[in-house]
């Protein structure tokens, strides 16, 4: 008989950091383009699946010496390979052992809008994403930060997330009740880009667990991603070293414009080619400085986290600026 505990044991074996199950009823009021039933109306289960970013992915970036770690091995390796992997296994397992149908679901990009008509009347229209982070939440992993990013009592913002929907009943994992987050907003002063909104407080309920973030503008964390601010990419400096962009006064969209414009520069930075080849969408110059780096440093240093390393917490010196 499938168990959740089977579920879980398959899923770790595979190499999985974190397995947490919800059930579907937990989702209720959520926005229909982010239902899970949108996808597969008998559900009755949703589980998570978390792989950690290994620390050292973003050791280059915190010296300003290396860049590429934290784009191949923290964004591709993990977003295409390693955890659609798990993913998809462990949906095989539950089909071949159980006879429920399991549904895997990829990681999407950042605001991911329908595009095009519902194909039926009532229903939603193509196509719906379930928010990895909510999902994760609902399935009592963790929490959300006042980062706006999902935080496990493991590894706190270091993982990346997938997701299985299930007609199997499966008992479910209680929410997460601890508190990881202390709310010291250190993650807002680090952003490079100003993304991290602090003045416009968001609130959200999920299945009862109430969470209060800041609002992030992505268009200036895509502009900090890709280091269009004079302060954080050495790449971008070289090929503009006049670029003085007032991050904290730019509204442009994530993709839209912030997406056209950082791709006009790229015909003039050797370095972002390169890595575009390797890892196309995958550019991430800023190496998360507020919403990871900082934040796990501080997580670290306050024993807020369970992963912990022999050298002790993760920054060892002043964080760079190029300003
Ligand atoms: S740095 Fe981390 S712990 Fe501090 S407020 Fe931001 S999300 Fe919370
Ligand atoms: S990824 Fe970079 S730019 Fe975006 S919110 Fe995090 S620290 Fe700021």
Same mark, same amino acid.
């Given at each position: 008989?499938?168990?959740?505990?089977?579920?879980?044991?398959?899923?770790?074996?595979?190499?999985?950091?974190?397995?947490?199950? $919800?059930? #579907?009823?937990?989702?209720? %009021?959520?926005?229909?383009? *982010?239902?899970?039933?949108?996808?597969?109306?008998?559900?009755?289960?949703?589980?998570? #699946?978390?792989?950690?970013?290994?620390?050292?992915?973003?050791?280059? #970036?915190?010296?300003?010496?290396?860049?590429?770690?934290?784009?191949?091995?923290?964004?591709?390796?993990?977003?295409?390979?390693?955890?659609?992997?798990? &993913?998809?296994? &462990?949906?095989?397992?539950?089909?071949?052992?159980?006879?429920?149908?399991?549904?895997?679901?990829?990681?999407?990009?950042?605001?991911?809008?329908?595009? %095009?008509?519902?194909?039926?009347?009532?229903?939603?229209?193509?196509?719906?994403?379930?928010?990895?982070?909510?999902?994760?939440?609902?399935?009592?992993?963790?929490?959300?930060?006042?980062?706006?990013? /999902?935080?496990?009592?493991?590894?706190?913002?270091?993982?990346?997330?997938?997701?299985?929907?299930?007609?199997?009943?499966?008992?479910?994992?209680?929410?997460?009740?601890?508190?990881?987050?202390?709310?010291?907003?250190?993650?807002?002063?680090?952003?490079?880009?100003?993304?991290?909104?602090?003045?416009?407080?968001?609130?959200?309920?999920?299945?009862?667990?109430?969470? &209060?973030?800041?609002?992030?503008?992505?268009?200036?964390?895509?502009?900090?991603?890709? %280091?269009?601010?004079?302060?954080?990419?050495? /790449?971008?400096?070289?090929?503009?070293? %006049?670029?003085?962009?007032?991050?904290?006064?730019?509204? *442009?969209?994530?993709?839209?414009?912030?997406?056209?414009?950082?791709?006009?520069?790229?015909?003039?930075?050797?370095?972002?080619? *390169?890595?575009?080849?390797?890892?196309?969408?995958?550019?991430?110059?800023?190496?998360? @400085? $507020?919403?990871? @780096?900082?934040?796990?440093?501080?997580?670290?240093?306050?024993?807020?986290?369970?992963?912990?390393?022999?050298?002790?917490?993760? @920054?060892?010196?002043?964080?760079?600026?190029?300003?």
């Amino acid at each position: 008989m499938l168990t959740s505990e089977k579920i879980k044991e398959f899923a770790y074996a595979q190499g999985a950091d974190l397995v947490g199950i $919800g059930n #579907i009823e937990r989702w209720e %009021g959520a926005p229909e383009q *982010m239902h899970p039933a949108n996808i597969f109306p008998e559900a009755k289960s949703v589980i998570v #699946i978390g792989c950690r970013i290994p620390r050292g992915c973003y050791r280059g #970036i915190e010296e300003g010496t290396h860049f590429p770690s934290y784009p191949v091995f923290g964004y591709k390796k993990l977003n295409l390979y390693i955890r659609p992997l798990i &993913t998809y296994e &462990t949906a095989l397992f539950i089909e071949e052992t159980s006879g429920y149908e399991a549904v895997p679901v990829p990681p999407h990009p950042p605001e991911s809008q329908p595009s %095009g008509p519902p194909v039926a009347p009532g229903r939603a229209a193509p196509e719906v994403y379930p928010q990895f982070r909510i999902a994760a939440v609902a399935c009592g992993l963790g929490e959300i930060g006042y980062s706006k990013v /999902f935080l496990s009592p493991q590894f706190g913002p270091r993982q990346r997330l997938g997701m299985i929907l299930t007609d199997a009943k499966l008992d479910p994992d209680p929410l997460f009740d601890g508190k990881i987050c202390d709310r010291c907003k250190l993650c807002v002063a680090s952003c490079p880009a100003g993304a991290l909104l602090a003045d416009q407080e968001i609130t959200i309920n999920v299945a009862g667990k109430e969470m &209060t973030h800041a609002d992030i503008h992505t268009g200036r964390c895509h502009l900090g991603h890709w %280091g269009a601010t004079a302060e954080n990419s050495p /790449f971008v400096k070289e090929a503009f070293p %006049g670029m003085n962009m007032r991050m904290r006064e730019q509204d *442009m969209a994530w993709g839209a414009e912030a997406g056209r414009f950082v791709h006009a520069l790229m015909p003039y930075i050797p370095f972002y080619q *390169m890595v575009w080849k390797q890892v196309p969408g995958f550019l991430a110059t800023c190496g998360a @400085r $507020g919403c990871i @780096r900082t934040c796990m440093d501080h997580l670290e240093r306050e024993g807020r986290v369970q992963n912990s390393f022999n050298t002790g917490p993760f @920054r060892r010196r002043k964080v760079w600026s190029l300003v």
